[in-house]
Nanobody, 123 residues
Framework: QQQLVESGGGLVQAGGSLRLSCVAS????????MGWFRQAPGKERVFVAGINRNGESTVYADSVKGRFTISRDNAKSTLYLQMNDLKPEDSGVYLCYGGNGGGTVLRGTTGYWGQGTQVTVSS
């Protein structure tokens, strides 16, 4: 099993920045791809960004390309999401996801989820 704890969310004005963190425990962090997903009230959970186990491969949703950066520090068992130029439509609960293989996470299926951290972007 893997435990995931997110932090770094908050309230920010449009155009601002936030950095989310996800600390992992319970299994060797460096063996698995990771991802970030977002869930807004009344909407489905959507993919935001994914990364493979060594950080050399990343994938982003079209809506965040050029504004968000996913990264990881395997020595600290921590996943990050740097979010710049935030927009109101970026608001929602951001969830950290741990995949079951080493490849780049593209969807959340049978892996592990954190509880999420709330991001609210005001216009």
């Amino acid at each position: 099993q893997q435990q995931l704890v997110e932090s770094g969310g908050g309230l920010v004005q449009a155009g601002g920045s936030l950095r989310l963190s996800c600390v992992a425990s319970g299994r060797p962090f460096s063996n698995y791809g990771m991802g970030w997903f977002r869930q807004a009230p009344g909407k489905e959970r959507v993919f935001v960004a994914g990364i493979n186990r060594n950080g050399e491969s990343t994938v982003y949703a079209d809506s965040v390309k050029g504004r968000f950066t996913i990264s990881r520090d395997n020595a600290k068992s921590t996943l990050y999401l740097q979010m710049n130029d935030l927009k109101p439509e970026d608001s929602g609960v951001y969830l950290c996801y741990g995949g079951n293989g080493g490849g780049t996470v593209l969807r959340g299926t049978t892996g592990y989820w954190g509880q999420g951290t709330q991001v609210t972007v005001s216009s």
